[in-house]
């Protein structure tokens, strides 16, 4: 009779604990502000062709592979260590998959050794940020400006100059070289 008791107590432990910590997490993200981003979500009328890039459900699965969808649209993310883009080292641009807009310059690239591409900084207007409850502590993802594309989640243990790490996964990138 103790172990379903035990088992309770634990379960229930174990939940309040978590939601302490989230409570806990998102007091402290408000008295820091909320983003160290605040240039963030720019007014759509600002990005261009933005209209022509809000497409239906289908038309995306349509335009894009299984996984590339359930990234930039279902807002998955790729295994670590499968995208080529982590270990690209050429002069270019960093797109976003889905509509080709500019999100990253190659200098803003550097090698954080969590298996997928990163950069401490963005090519200013191409992103918007929401925040992220999915693992009950609040974290900050990142979308495409102009097709609302799911790209990652940014995170504050970066290098210089911005001390920001933007975790990317890679299908949701295109690389055009210089």
Excluded at 3 to 17: E, K, Y
Excluded at 56 to 76: F, I, M
């Amino acid at each position: 009779m103790a172990g379903p008791n035990l088992a309770i107590t634990r379960r229930a432990l174990t939940l309040s604990l978590l939601s302490g910590a989230a409570v806990a997490c998102s007091g402290e993200a408000k008295a820091k502000k909320e983003t160290p981003m605040a240039k963030d979500n720019p007014d759509p009328a600002t990005i261009p062709d933005f209209d022509k890039w809000q497409l239906s459900d289908q038309e995306w699965k349509e335009r894009l592979s299984q996984e590339a969808y359930a990234v930039l649209r279902k807002e998955a993310t790729e295994r670590p260590g499968s995208s080529p883009l982590d270990n690209e080292k050429r002069e270019g641009i960093f797109a976003c998959a889905g509509c080709g807009y500019d999100l990253f310059q190659s200098s803003q690239k550097f090698d954080s050794g969590t298996g997928w591409p990163s950069f401490f900084d963005y090519i200013p207007g191409a992103l918007g940020i929401k925040r992220d409850f999915k693992l009950i502590i609040p974290r900050t993802e990142y979308h495409c400006a102009r097709c609302g594309g799911h790209q990652g989640h940014v995170f504050k243990d970066g290098p210089a100059p911005t001390g920001l790490r933007y975790c990317n996964n890679g299908v949701a990138l295109t690389f055009k070289p210089a």
